[in-house]
């Protein structure tokens, strides 16, 4: 859950000011979704390199693409550090409300899964079982699209985006599904 955290926070505080140029047309100048689009485009970077099979799937392909995303933001940063470091200033109670909020929910989502970790439901059933096969099949697969878990000999060519997203955060953290 820590090492969760941390890799989601790194990614947030690389992609601040990414994040506040490319949605600088917001009230809140991307501070809010600058997270999201931080681990979005860790995603994609990761995965381009991996369906182009430039990289394979891996902690090394994960670095490249944070590292691609702190050279995009630093060119931001650079470019426009005098106004980012004051908006910040003059917003700190909004990046503190923002951090709070997202710890508040991640932390209620980590109780949730504590006090409920079985991955079937206990009365009506569910997708459970085949979510945790997609989910691995995506971070043992080394190139996209990852194999099929189902379907020997075959690919998922639909519906692993969400599972790739996670994948980079238990493969970047070494944490077995």
Do not use: C, Q
């Amino acid at each position: 859950v820590v090492a969760w955290l941390l890799l989601v926070e790194l990614v947030y505080v690389i992609s601040l000011p990414l994040g506040y140029f490319l949605l600088r047309g917001l009230p809140d100048r991307g501070l809010v979704l600058a997270r999201i689009l931080g681990l979005i485009g860790v995603g994609y970077i990761t995965w381009i390199l991996a369906s182009l099979k430039w990289m394979s799937f891996s902690r090394a392909s994960i670095l490249v693409a944070i590292l691609i995303m702190a050279f995009l933001s630093g060119l931001v940063l650079w470019r426009h550090r005098v106004d980012f470091w004051e908006f910040l200033k003059r917003n700190w109670h909004l990046t503190l409300l923002v951090e709070v909020l997202f710890i508040a929910a991640f932390l209620s989502f980590v109780m949730i899964r504590m006090a409920n970790p079985d991955l079937w439901h206990p009365f009506r059933g569910g997708e459970k079982p085949m979510d945790l096969a997609y989910f691995t099949a995506v971070v043992k697969s080394s190139y996209m699209p990852p194999y099929d878990p189902w379907f020997s000999g075959g690919y998922l060519n639909y519906y692993y985006w969400g599972f790739f997203l996670m994948g980079i955060l238990t493969k970047a953290t070494g944490i077995v599904p």
